[in-house]
């Protein structure tokens, strides 16, 4: 299971069903542990002309072995969902998603 400690790097991206992808980064060493499974990272939008384009908050946590997120970009967003992993792409990164029907979220996690 990934270490949430060890996450360097998160790349966030949000395909929805009119085909506009949101692009988010995280924001360097802006991380916060929130408890001893969850942290919060920081992102910003590299879409300057969405109305997305400021800082959001992306939580991971592990629960039974499974990652959820739960971020303030998605309005009333209170509930931790469920990640999907993807295979892994190396040793220092892994792929997640979630399909939201004609939406999909992918975050991708590289590790230090």
Known sequence: MINLENI???KFSYYDVNKYVYDFIML?????KISQNEYRFYLICLN???SANGEVFLNLKIKDDKLY???DYFANSFDDILLNKK???TDRS????VDFGEDLLEIEV???
């Open 94 to 97: 892994d792929t997640f998603f």
């Open 69 to 71: 997120f739960r971020t």
């Open 110 to 112: 590289s590790y230090e």
């Open 87 to 89: 295979d892994k792409t």
């Open 48 to 50: 300057t002309n969405v």
């Open 8 to 10: 360097k790097e998160i």
């Open 28 to 32: 360097e060493n802006r991380k916060e």
